[in-house]
């Protein structure tokens, strides 16, 4: 017997590992409400993960002398005050590889599809520092959204962080949703965050993707709003850690957030749990830092750093079109321009329903298309004086012929803006329909009747006039050459159909 014993000992001896682990390890004190109170932990790491009992982790978010604050990432049904609890030595992170396009996947990386799992070929850190100045540079290639109104006048360039605003029910995924659609063959991966999104919109959202293909490039990060506040408030970071794993193969990179007011309520949330000091709308004090610090790590870097870009599209929802409130200033101070959606305008029947006086982009002109400069900056300012005069106009029923003529040629332009949101346009086609609109050829066409004018004109250049759209997307200029083949061509097509005048 005893000699058995010393063999057994002596087996479990030669297959002991003697190196040293070092780690701390700590008890749990109080827990509720997907927040745990630890004891002990005296060198863990802010951001680091944490083992909580069986199969259940959390995420150190507060330091404090006596005790860590841990938000818990899982469910808390097996633990117990006194459980013991200890550091892993890593931050959080997201485990991806090529096999995570086409998938809808959680924060942490886990499949939402009910399709095989994901072969990780590397973890991205959720939190990192944004890429510095030298790493960086100018944004100069343009981003197409396929929408005529922003193409034109707020245009989009690869590495810009542009916000989309506007009151509940305005359209603001749908430009989101629809910019995706368009990337189409144009060499971009898009990932879509959807915060706090019912899952039945989510649902909806894949289904809509995969039937125009467009889930053959694109990553959907779901936290919805039946996940836990932890989820959500993970949520942003894990999308934009999918984009960097791209981004380091020298790719260009669309995200949307939608929408980062869900997200700041999220993170309210975790906080108030937390007992950290609250501030203005009872928001803590590093709201700002919550999103500076994700919207930093979109960028265009240069050449030696693979030449890659990150554009993100945030959605922010307000409350009455107050533009004014916490959050909405916060995140226009961080980006650099808004597309502002107005609920009269949608209610009036303009989609995308974009008011262009308070929209902006900061620095996507610079990278718009020289074709499109040349048609947007005359439709820009036929634009505004109709909206200038038509607010004057209501007062007055006899308008002398000038100003009648550019409300008529106003009241064209913006109908010619009108768009589905899941019908984007290709470039050359938006700049062959401004120009016509601009340059006076829809001034007798009836306002009910320009929609279906344009469809013809269309499906005439495609047909019959096919080497001016070739051109203008070759060059993308329009030379003299092409600016006298497309006065022949819409004059041609004015006389020989007038069933519209």
């Given at each position: 017997?005893?000699?058995?014993?010393?063999?057994?000992?002596?087996?479990?001896?030669?297959?002991?590992?003697?190196?040293?682990?070092?780690?701390?390890?700590?008890?749990?004190?109080?827990?509720?409400?997907?927040?745990?109170?630890?004891?002990?932990?005296?060198?863990?790491?802010?951001?680091?993960?944490?083992?909580?009992?069986?199969?259940?982790?959390?995420?150190?978010?507060?330091?404090?002398?006596?005790?860590?604050?841990?938000?818990?990432?899982?469910?808390?049904?097996?633990?117990?005050?006194?459980?013991?609890?200890?550091?892993?030595?890593?931050?959080?992170?997201?485990?991806?590889?090529?096999?995570?396009?086409?998938?809808?996947?959680?924060?942490?990386?886990?499949?939402?599809?009910?399709?095989?799992?994901?072969?990780?070929?590397?973890?991205?850190?959720?939190?990192?520092?944004?890429?510095?100045?030298?790493?960086?540079?100018?944004?100069?290639?343009?981003?197409?959204?396929?929408?005529?109104?922003?193409?034109?006048?707020?245009?989009?360039?690869?590495?810009?962080?542009?916000?989309?605003?506007?009151?509940?029910?305005?359209?603001?995924?749908?430009?989101?949703?629809?910019?995706?659609?368009?990337?189409?063959?144009?060499?971009?991966?898009?990932?879509?965050?959807?915060?706090?999104?019912?899952?039945?919109?989510?649902?909806?959202?894949?289904?809509?993707?995969?039937?125009?293909?467009?889930?053959?490039?694109?990553?959907?990060?779901?936290?919805?709003?039946?996940?836990?506040?932890?989820?959500?408030?993970?949520?942003?970071?894990?999308?934009?850690?999918?984009?960097?794993?791209?981004?380091?193969?020298?790719?260009?990179?669309?995200?949307?957030?939608?929408?980062?007011?869900?997200?700041?309520?999220?993170?309210?949330?975790?906080?108030?749990?937390?007992?950290?000091?609250?501030?203005?709308?009872?928001?803590?004090?590093?709201?700002?830092?919550?999103?500076?610090?994700?919207?930093?790590?979109?960028?265009?870097?240069?050449?030696?750093?693979?030449?890659?870009?990150?554009?993100?599209?945030?959605?922010?929802?307000?409350?009455?079109?107050?533009?004014?409130?916490?959050?909405?200033?916060?995140?226009?101070?961080?980006?650099?321009?808004?597309?502002?959606?107005?609920?009269?305008?949608?209610?009036?029947?303009?989609?995308?329903?974009?008011?262009?006086?308070?929209?902006?982009?900061?620095?996507?002109?610079?990278?718009?298309?020289?074709?499109?400069?040349?048609?947007?900056?005359?439709?820009?300012?036929?634009?505004?004086?109709?909206?200038?005069?038509?607010?004057?106009?209501?007062?007055?029923?006899?308008?002398?012929?000038?100003?009648?003529?550019?409300?008529?040629?106003?009241?064209?332009?913006?109908?010619?803006?009108?768009?589905?949101?899941?019908?984007?346009?290709?470039?050359?086609?938006?700049?062959?329909?401004?120009?016509?609109?601009?340059?006076?050829?829809?001034?007798?066409?009836?306002?009910?009747?320009?929609?279906?004018?344009?469809?013809?004109?269309?499906?005439?250049?495609?047909?019959s006039h096919s080497s001016i759209l070739s051109s203008i997307k070759k060059e993308a200029k329009i030379t003299e050459e092409t600016d006298k083949q497309l006065k022949s061509a819409f004059a041609t097509f004015a006389t020989t159909h007038t069933e519209w005048r």
């Amino acid at each position: 017997m005893k000699q058995s014993l010393l063999s057994v000992l002596e087996q479990q001896l030669d297959g002991l590992s003697l190196d040293a682990t070092k780690r701390s390890v700590g008890k749990i004190v109080s827990f509720g409400d997907g927040i745990a109170t630890v004891d002990g932990l005296d060198q863990v790491m802010s951001g680091e993960l944490i083992v909580l009992g069986k199969n259940t982790y959390g995420l150190a978010l507060n330091l404090k002398a006596d005790h860590v604050g841990v938000v818990l990432l899982s469910e808390d049904r097996d633990l117990r005050v006194g459980d013991t609890v200890s550091t892993t030595g890593r931050l959080l992170s997201i485990g991806v590889s090529d096999q995570i396009i086409g998938r809808v996947v959680d924060p942490l990386g886990a499949p939402l599809d009910a399709k095989p799992p994901i072969k990780i070929k590397s973890y991205e850190a959720l939190e990192k520092i944004a890429p510095g100045v030298i790493t960086r540079k100018s944004v100069t290639v343009p981003l197409q959204t396929g929408i005529k109104a922003i193409d034109a006048m707020i245009p989009i360039g690869r590495g810009q962080r542009e916000l989309i605003i506007g009151d509940r029910g305005t359209g603001k995924s749908a430009i989101g949703l629809g910019t995706i659609l368009n990337q189409k063959g144009q060499n971009v991966i898009c990932v879509y965050v959807a915060i706090g999104q019912k899952r039945s919109f989510v649902a909806q959202t894949t289904a809509v993707l995969e039937k125009a293909g467009a889930m053959d490039y694109t990553v959907i990060v779901s936290a919805s709003a039946s996940d836990s506040a932890a989820m959500q408030f993970l949520a942003p970071y894990a999308g934009v850690s999918v984009a960097e794993f791209f981004l380091k193969q020298g790719k260009d990179v669309l995200v949307i957030y939608d929408d980062l007011s869900k997200h700041a309520v999220a993170y309210r949330e975790i906080s108030l749990l937390l007992r950290r000091p609250s501030g203005r709308e009872a928001y803590p004090g590093d709201v700002f830092y919550l999103h500076s610090r994700l919207l930093e790590r979109a960028c265009r870097l240069n050449d030696d750093n693979g030449g890659g870009s990150i554009t993100a599209l945030p959605i922010i929802e307000t409350q009455a079109s107050d533009v004014s409130a916490y959050i909405p200033t916060n995140v226009i101070s961080i980006t650099d321009g808004q597309i502002y959606l107005e609920a009269d305008l949608f209610n009036a029947g303009v989609k995308p329903a974009i008011n262009v006086g308070l929209s902006v982009s900061r620095v996507g002109s610079a990278a718009q298309l020289k074709s499109m400069k040349q048609v947007a900056g005359k439709m820009r300012l036929d634009l505004a004086q109709y909206r200038e005069l038509a607010a004057f106009a209501q007062f007055s029923s006899d308008l002398d012929t000038k100003t009648k003529a550019q409300l008529d040629r106003g009241a064209r332009v913006a109908t010619i803006l009108n768009q589905q949101w899941d019908e984007p346009m290709p470039v050359e086609e938006q700049v062959a329909v401004i120009y016509a609109a601009s340059n006076g050829y829809l001034d007798g066409i009836k306002l009910e009747q320009v929609k279906k004018w344009e469809e013809a004109a269309l499906d005439y250049l495609k047909s019959s006039h096919s080497s001016i759209l070739s051109s203008i997307k070759k060059e993308a200029k329009i030379t003299e050459e092409t600016d006298k083949q497309l006065k022949s061509a819409f004059a041609t097509f004015a006389t020989t159909h007038t069933e519209w005048r």
